[in-house]
């Protein structure tokens, strides 16, 4: 068959379409409710032993598992109350979604740096006593954290609606 025909017959509609596979058809997400916490526990655990082992690569004792499992469950409690604000922005127009997650972001960022903070100077350094913008010497990182958490929140949503769509 030369090119021509293989091209008539693509037109002619006579060649079925090659099937794309789909992550998101998998058993694990049948269950919306139960992969979200199953990703959410993950992922939260998996910041708090990055967080862990960082801070004993950079010399800190072992106690460092303290301000680390705070920042581990600070995490995780914001993005619970983060979710909701998704549910209700995410059919919204995109520019609205964008706006919603970046200003949240950054907001959730500066009380999550302020308790990462005050976990660190009650569980590890109770000598050091931060001022000024010393309580959010972690925001940056958090809005980045936040931002990312989001995103994949919103793409894997927006996957599974898709799918549901074109069933």
């Known amino acids: 068959?030369?090119?021509?025909?293989?091209?008539?017959?693509?037109?002619?509609?006579?060649?079925?379409?090659?099937?794309v596979p789909n992550l998101f058809s998998s058993g694990f997400f049948k269950n919306k409710n139960r992969a979200f916490w199953i990703l959410?526990?993950?992922g939260w655990l998996g910041y708090g032993f990055l967080r862990l082992f960082n801070g004993w690569f950079h010399d800190q004792s072992y106690e460092y598992w303290k301000p680390s499992a705070i920042a581990m469950v600070?995490?995780?409690?914001?993005?619970?109350?983060?979710?909701?604000?998704?549910?209700?922005?995410?059919?919204?127009?995109?520019?609205?979604?964008i706006f919603t997650v970046m200003g949240v972001s950054v907001f959730f960022a500066l009380i999550f740096s302020a308790i990462e903070t005050y976990g660190h100077v009650m569980t590890y350094q109770p000598g050091w006593s931060p001022k000024g913008l010393e309580l959010?010497?972690?925001?940056?990182?958090?809005?980045?954290?936040?931002?990312?958490?989001?995103?994949?929140?919103?793409?894997?949503?927006?996957?599974?609606?898709?799918?549901?769509?074109?069933?």
């Open 136 to 167: 959010f010497g972690n925001a940056m990182i958090n809005v980045y954290v936040l931002i990312s958490w989001a995103t994949l929140y919103l793409i894997i949503n927006y996957s599974l609606m898709i799918q549901n769509e074109r069933e």
């Open 74 to 97: 600070t995490g995780f409690a914001l993005t619970l109350i983060f979710r909701p604000i998704l549910k209700n922005v995410s059919t919204r127009p995109v520019p609205s979604v």
């Open 40 to 42: 959410q526990t993950l």
């Open 1 to 19: 068959m030369d090119k021509f025909e293989v091209e008539k017959q693509g037109e002619a509609g006579s060649a079925p379409e090659p099937e």
